[in-house]
């Protein structure tokens, strides 16, 4: 018996668990990075906070000021169960909860965008990845 088919062999069920490993790896990755439900949202920001969602945290943060003019209610209303309205431009913005709007935080990278500019325009600068958990957290558990 030579070495050389069974170097082969061998080589050939390294090279099936590496890829078996690589796929594994890949669908886990996606699946945190690009989380399509308001569910696996919340798991991905709870993780990066490294701590469970405050639903109580969440209305409280969403409603107060944060030393500017605007809390996230002032556009999205306090309930945000129905229409809101930009308040700078008038503008109308549809439900942000998402049994009252199922298109909302089904768009990962929407939500980020989102978050990214609101929260800006509400604490000038972005908000963490508890604030943003506690936040989804509050706005699921409003339902119709």
Do not use: Y
């Amino acid at each position: 018996m030579s070495l050389i088919p069974v170097t082969a062999v061998a080589a050939a069920r390294f090279a099936a668990r590496t890829l078996a490993f690589a796929t594994v790896l890949a669908v886990t990755q996606a699946g945190t990075a690009w989380a399509g439900t308001p569910q696996e949202q919340l798991g991905t920001l709870s993780a990066q906070a490294g701590r469970s969602p405050n639903v109580a945290q969440g209305q409280q943060f969403f409603n107060a000021k944060h030393g500017r003019e605007w809390s996230c209610a002032s556009c999205h209303n306090a309930q945000p169960t129905g229409e809101g309205k930009h308040a700078n431009t008038g503008k109308s913005i549809s439900a942000l909860a998402p049994a009252f709007n199922p298109e909302r935080f089904t768009d990962p990278a929407k939500s980020e965008k989102w978050f990214r500019r609101n929260c800006n325009d509400v604490l000038a600068r972005e908000c963490t990845a508890a604030e943003k958990a506690d936040v989804l957290a509050w706005l699921m558990s409003l339902k119709r």
